[in-house]
């Protein structure tokens, strides 16, 4: 039950870092940038599982190319950050691309868990699906920014800014819930909840942050999930020669696909740096891969394989960006 609870409320907290301005701001080359980042990866996973595992379910590498669609924005925002380097034509396309490509991986992993739990893979299921997925997003986002300010105004113009944590919490929980009776995951509800509160919510209620308000439960939450994850990962198993050969050949593939989205980008940027820049996959990849494990989709081995691929996406994506947009050999590369 905690561990659920964690995950809903770091989904919560993803989505509090996408601004639903920002998306719309973009532009055309950011959600090409976006849409070859989801497309490409998802493609060559489900290929190395038809080559690795051939015998198994479509489900799976469904599933599996799910995982690899995610993008930690986090991650790379926090590098961006360090290196004064945020503002940058290529920061503003990876941030912009890593928004939209968070959102399109939500609505992946909603049909994959759909078609994981029916067991019905079919194109007629997939469309039914991804329908529902989009309405509900699109629903929650339009209905949301236009009601939940009116909401948010109510409480301020009442005085009451104690109930600043527990409003977006309780939002975040009725999103989610509202996800579930569609049939879709949870965390889509939490991850819209937090895009809907982003750009306003602060600005309307005095105070400090939501997000800083957000830090002690984040700090209790983050290593129960943290726990979580480790538990449910067998040690023998990253020993297995199998495993080890699925995690470097998905590994391979992830890296490939993101960095082939910074080709959607013109050859005046920096395309190295906006691949590199979508590559981790941090703690929006170990959710999809526990999501997977917890309906069944993928298996200890398969499990074991995305955690290799998730700590060296994660840990390898900074020092590449870092040398990329530095003073790097890989820096004068286009």
Aim: hydrophobic share 55%; proline share 3%.
């Amino acid at each position: 039950f905690l561990s659920r609870i964690a995950i809903l409320i770091l989904l919560f907290l993803v989505g509090l870092e996408t601004s639903f301005v920002e998306m719309k701001r973009v532009g055309k080359t950011a959600l090409i940038v976006a849409v070859i980042g989801v497309i490409v990866p998802m493609g060559l996973g489900m290929g190395v599982m038809k080559l690795l595992h051939p015998s198994s379910a479509l489900a799976s590498d469904l599933f599996i190319g799910g995982i690899l669609t995610a993008t930690s924005v986090g991650i790379t925002a926090r590098v961006l950050r360090d290196l004064h380097q945020e503002n940058r034509d290529e920061s503003k396309i990876i941030l912009g691309a890593a928004v939209i490509d968070d959102v399109l991986s939500l609505v992946v992993l909603a049909v994959v868990s759909g078609l994981a739990v029916t067991g019905k893979v079919s194109v007629l299921e997939i469309g039914r699906i991804s329908l529902v997925a989009a309405i509900f997003l699109a629903g929650s986002l339009g209905i949301g920014v236009w009601l939940t300010p009116k909401l948010v105004r109510y409480l301020s113009g009442a005085g009451i800014h104690d109930l600043k944590l527990l409003f977006g919490l309780g939002f975040a929980f009725l999103l989610a819930w509202f996800a579930n009776l569609a049939g879709l995951t949870t965390i889509v509800g939490a991850f819209a909840a937090g895009m809907i509160l982003n750009d306003f919510f602060d600005s309307e209620l005095e105070g400090e942050s939501l997000h800083k308000l957000l830090s002690p439960v984040e700090s209790l939450v983050v290593p129960l999930f943290f726990v979580w994850m480790g538990i449910q990962v067998k040690l023998e198993s990253l020993g297995s020669r199998d495993v080890l050969i699925s995690g470097i050949a998905l590994t391979v593939v992830a890296i490939l696909g993101k960095l082939v989205s910074g080709f959607g980008c013109p050859p005046s940027m920096n395309r190295w740096a906006v691949g590199i820049g979508m590559m981790p996959r941090g703690e929006v990849g170990l959710i999809f891969a526990g999501i997977g494990k917890n309906i069944g989709a993928i298996d200890d081995g398969l499990f074991s394989a995305i955690i290799i691929l998730v700590m060296i996406t994660t840990l390898l994506a900074p020092i590449l960006l870092r040398a990329t947009l530095g003073q790097g050999t890989l820096a004068g590369l286009r």
